[in-house]
């Protein structure tokens, strides 16, 4: 069975600081991936997915992820955070039967 | 355009009563899902559907029946809550391509005393 495991459940950051938010995944076949954020009292939003195209993968709001095989990661990074960026973000490996296997979320804080 | 629409969006049951959460979706998605939400452990999948008329359990289906009469809705029961059911219920769609988007609704918050 796939599975997802982000590293630390809160991230802190300052504002226009690097936001580095960590992911790992387990699966047999080559993978998609996808990122996915939700705002308080609010649905989740994509924010980028990876299907086997560039590796480096550019999404909404400054987002992007790169995927490397090798270490089985799939890590979601912004080179300058905002205030509106605060907000639960999950990874996901998506599993036959097109199904998401989420994993637990970062919450990530942002400071002034 | 409406997308993903849940209802109720909020509910308090007491344990042992019944309900049902509707998810409609108007983007003619054969795929359509049912997660809970949990602090600290994402969101499961309970149930699933493929097309109409069809469903399959998730990770965590114990307690819960679904049914998808129409394709555009899949809706979720409870026969006898229980406190562990407490949760925030997310309905998703998707068109079922590989590697394609799943489109998310609000959430139903579900309280059971």
Known sequence: AQSVTQLGSHVSVSE???????????????????????????????????????????????????FKKS???????????????AAEYFCAVMEYGNKLVFGAGTILRVKS | NAGVTQTPKFRVLKTGQSMTLLC????????MYW?????????????????????????????YNVSRLKKQNFLLGLESAAPSQTSVYFCASSLGLDGGELFFGEGSRLTVL
């Open chain 1, 16 to 66: 226009g600081a690097l936001v580095l938010l960590r992911c790992n995944y387990s699966s047999s076949v080559p993978p998609y991936l996808f990122w996915y954020v939700q705002y308080p009292n609010q649905g989740l939003q994509l924010l980028l997915k990876y299907t086997s195209a560039a590796t480096l993968v550019k999404g909404i709001n400054g987002f992007e992820a790169e």
């Open chain 1, 71 to 85: 270490e089985t990661s799939f890590h979601l990074t912004k080179p300058s955070a905002h205030m509106s960026d």
């Open chain 2, 24 to 31: 409609a979706q108007d983007m003619n998605h054969e795929y």
């Open chain 2, 35 to 63: 997660y809970r939400q949990d602090p600290g452990m994402g969101l499961r999948l309970i149930h699933y559907s493929v097309g109409e008329g069809t469903t399959a359990k998730g990770e965590v289906p114990d307690g």
